[in-house]
């Protein structure tokens, strides 16, 4: 039991969250109804993983430090800075091709994202499921299951938009090359990664580098892209440093919650 033990779990939930309510952006809006059905179930997917892992989080804390906390309380209760999710998760649906910051969604760049992302739990989930931590190790064999899914949904996407049309071959390799830079810091370890580690809690990134880039590789092939230059840039969403776009979503996501505080329904 630790301090990273505890961020590391809330990294795990922020992520899952600040995904689940972009994606659910998308409820209405989606390109096809069979689309708009799957992005909204996607969604619940990972707020739901996002409420077991602030649950656990919340028993982590209770035992750390004696306060007792809710899942509501680390999702709408805490300030931007508080929030450790990757900065890839954060970013609206829409990238370089945008006009202004009023533009329509592009499909594009929700699929990208989603494909790296999953391909990356993919890798973490099944790693996860022998985590000294028996509860996260339970919380991982779940949500594998989902991912999968996630993962065999986007990849599905990202070769049909990048092998189509010229027009989406051309939406699917800007979001792409905007997007693949953020991957940067899914592989950069701190202190946390470090420390839970040492622990057996979790593993290193690192240590699936290789496969992950196998899996996207294998994808962008497919889908007749091309990988874009490495970045030397390393984003910092996971250490609190968000992009301009956090605040945004916070205050949508966060608004009705802090006006009416403790409220039920």
């Given at each position: 039991?630790?301090t ?13 969250l600040?995904?689940?309510?972009r994606?659910a952006e ?12 799957a ?18 989080a919340?028993?982590?804390?209770a ?26 998760v ?12 009023r ?12 494909f790296l ?6 890798e973490?989930?099944?790693a ?29 996407w990202f ?13 699917a ?26 622990a ?6 690192s240590?699936?580098?290789?496969a ?54």
């Amino acid at each position: 039991m630790s301090t990273e033990h505890l961020a590391y779990v809330l990294r795990l939930a922020d992520n899952a969250l600040i995904l689940g309510q972009r994606n659910a952006e998308w409820c209405s809006h989606g390109p096809a109804l069979e689309e708009d059905i799957a992005l909204a179930n996607m969604s619940l997917d990972l707020i739901g993983q996002a409420r077991l892992l602030y649950s656990h989080a919340a028993t982590l804390e209770a035992e750390l430090t004696g306060q007792k906390k809710t899942e509501d309380d680390y999702a709408y209760f805490r300030a931007e800075r508080e929030f450790a999710n990757y900065t890839l998760v954060e970013l609206p649906h829409f990238g370089p091709l945008a006009g202004t910051a009023r533009t329509e969604r592009d499909y594009a760049v929700t699929i990208v994202r989603n494909f790296l992302y999953s391909a990356l739990m993919s890798e973490l989930w099944t790693a996860l499921q022998a985590s000294s931590d028996t509860h996260l190790a339970a919380i991982a064999a779940k949500s594998i299951k989902e991912t999968r899914y996630h993962l065999h949904h986007a990849r599905d996407w990202f070769v049909r938009l990048g092998d189509g049309t010229d027009e989406s071959h051309r939406r699917a390799q800007a979001a792409l090359d905007y997007l693949m830079p953020y991957t940067r810091e899914f592989f950069h370890p701190d202190a946390v990664e470090r420390a839970v580690a040492e622990a057996g809690i979790a593993p290193l990134a690192s240590d699936f580098e290789a496969a992950w880039r196998e899996a996207v590789s294998s994808a962008i092939d497919e889908a007749t892209l091309r990988a874009p230059a490495e970045a030397k840039h390393i984003s910092t969403g996971k250490l609190g440093e968000h992009s301009e776009h956090m605040g945004y979503l916070l205050a949508e996501m966060q608004s009705i919650a802090r006006q009416h505080p403790g409220a039920t329904w």
